[in-house]
């Protein structure tokens, strides 16, 4: 009986980590490739900077790119949030070292409680170091949460 209760138990865990595993967002490979959707930059003294200051590119899978010009983004849309320094000098500025690359996923029956989007941002130009993790339904939903009517993304295609 101890036996059938401790693989039972050791089935169940093995379930949950898998499932945990098939949820975390992928590492958008070849994102450099895709639509590029804008770019900004975040200077000292804005609100974000702490923790966004520096050069953003923001680019598009083909299936963001359709979901941009419908407003509503449907499953397999994948958005790159690529965040470099900002070097000055000389009068110019220039992209420095990578900071993170946030990834927005959507899989609505994957990422149900939060808007169907899955969150992740990667450390630097590492593509397995998670700078978020398990922390993204709070830390990077929250924030997108108020642009629900946006299907919880703040970028706009440039024109």
């Known amino acids: 009986m101890k036996s059938i209760l401790q693989i039972s138990l050791f089935g169940s865990l093995l379930a949950l980590s898998v499932s945990a595993i098939a949820q975390d967002v992928p590492y958008p490979n070849g994102y ?75 899989d609505n029956k994957l990422y149900a409680a939060t808007g169907g989007w899955g969150f992740e941002g990667f450390k630097g130009d590492s593509k397995t170091d998670r700078a978020v993790g398990s922390a993204a339904a709070t830390a990077c939903f929250g924030c997108h949460e108020p642009q629900a009517k946006h299907d919880y993304v703040f970028s706009n295609m440039r024109r």
């Open 32 to 106: 450099r490739t895709w639509q590029h959707v804008k770019s900004m930059v975040i200077n000292p003294g804005h609100a974000l900077h702490e923790s966004f200051g520096g050069i953003h590119h923001i680019y598009a899978n083909k299936k963001a790119v359709k979901g941009y010009a419908k407003g509503k983004f449907p499953d397999g849309s994948v958005i790159a949030f690529d965040l470099l320094e900002a070097n000055s000098a000389d009068n110019a500025v220039t992209e420095g070292n990578r900071k993170v690359l946030g990834v927005m996923h959507k």
